[in-house]
């Protein structure tokens, strides 16, 4: 049982790492939307978090198989896997922030780091009442 408790909270660490870093991304598209030239970035959770938690190596990615080998350079995507954001329309300053999108990203983003908070309590409130002594109530 333990085993499963501490890969839950694993998991659902890493996933609240994820979110906390998208939530300053967003954040960052935001704060500067009237920044010429600026470039929304963002990043694929799904895909972020599969990598994190080890599940899949990213397609085409080359992986450190041996302790001798150097670590995998990033690729066009830009700094350890963050996105530019696809751009609805142009913008005579270049900008690329959609302010629809990333209001509505940054709202959808803040309710699942909301969930996941919620679950990493629920779960450690659960195992805390499992070791409790029948007589404590």
Do not use: C, W
């Amino acid at each position: 049982m333990l085993n499963r408790l501490t890969d839950t909270l694993n998991f659902q660490t890493q996933a609240l790492t994820l979110r906390a870093e998208r939530q300053r991304l967003l954040a960052s598209n935001i704060a500067n939307a009237d920044t010429p030239g600026y470039r929304a970035r963002d990043i694929n959770f799904a895909q972020a978090l599969r990598e994190a938690t080890g599940e899949v190596g990213t397609p085409g990615a080359l992986a450190t198989t041996q302790r001798g080998h150097m670590a995998p350079l990033a690729g066009a995507r830009g700094e350890s896997g963050k996105d530019y954001a696809l751009q609805a329309q142009t913008n005579l300053d270049s900008n690329g922030v959609d302010m629809d999108r990333e209001r509505a990203s940054f709202a959808d983003n803040s309710v699942k780091y909301e969930a996941t908070l919620r679950f990493i309590n629920s779960s450690v409130r659960n195992a805390l009442d499992a070791m409790k002594s029948p007589n404590q109530g």
